[in-house]
């Protein structure tokens, strides 16, 4: 038989473990073993998910029977409908034989016939190869099949517990740049009450913070999307940490979300974005200030948090340099316009 992309069932368990298994292994072998890579269980619960925001496919790749590594598809479903996003594993074992180049055709095709036109995906390398990433495997494969960066991100990790003198010194100062301007800290689900303010900011991210040549249209806000999120993440047994910085009128004028994994122990950063309005309050270092010190009443046991921003986007990169974080890894947002 030739090589061909098959369909997996997200609720058969077998399928979904050498589904995920691929994928780690591909990722360990590219970025060292201590790769940040989503856990078994998150991941089955996000394809098990009945979404209405995202139409999320998994296959497994075979060579005749052989299972040779894993690939995926996410399709917007309300905005950016002529994206798919794509993903590909090849374990190393089963390189170095056209594998990766016949599926990644295939899952191409399988983008063209859900009748999207740009097909995004990553690629990430140590944070010494620079920008480009020239000679890492990912960069290289993604360059030779017409994929461009549109998008450098840097990769940064900030150790905890934080220096508390550092951290007051900081909030001293925000408070003095941001005293007209309220803060909100929760933890779990976006409150009723802020939760319309709250879609406006996240929709807003992928515009108002830096995109590159990145082919992707303004979201509209979502207060549905945001509960499936919110959804999604007690479905993962993650700890959501969220802070709203509101403004004298009562609009929300900064955001920012800490996900915490509580089965591999770290923070990640998702999204932080102050309104281009109420910028230069200090108000980005405000909010994530205000998560940390929740973070750290919530799950003190937590090690890390891990963030990505882009190269470009110097503000919010100083702001993590403020806090600690050192950048460890380089990520490139990869895209092909198809046909």
Known sequence: MPLDLRLIDPFDDAAVDAWWDAYAAAERADRGHDA?????????SELQQDSEVVDRRAYLIHDDDAVVGSASLALPLKDNTHV???????????RRRGIGSRALALLENEAQDAGRTTVQGSASWPHALGSDGAGSPGREFARRHGYALALGDVMSRLDLPLDEDVLRAHERTTAASSSRYGLRSWIGRVPDDLIEQWAILDAS?????PTGDKDIDPQAPDVDSIRESDDLIERQRRISVGTIAVAPDGSAAAYSQLVVSTDDGNAYQWGTLVRSRDRGHRLGLAVKIANLRMLSLTAPEVGAVYTHNAESNEHMLAVNTLLGFRPVERLGELQKRLG
């Not at 940040?36 to 089955?44: F, K, L, P």
């Not at 794509?86 to 374990?91: A, E």
């Open 36 to 44: 940040i890579v989503w856990t078994r269980e998150e991941s089955r």
């Open 84 to 94: 798919a996003h794509l993903g590909l594993s090849v374990p190393p074992e089963c």
């Open 205 to 209: 991210l992928e515009t108002e913070a």
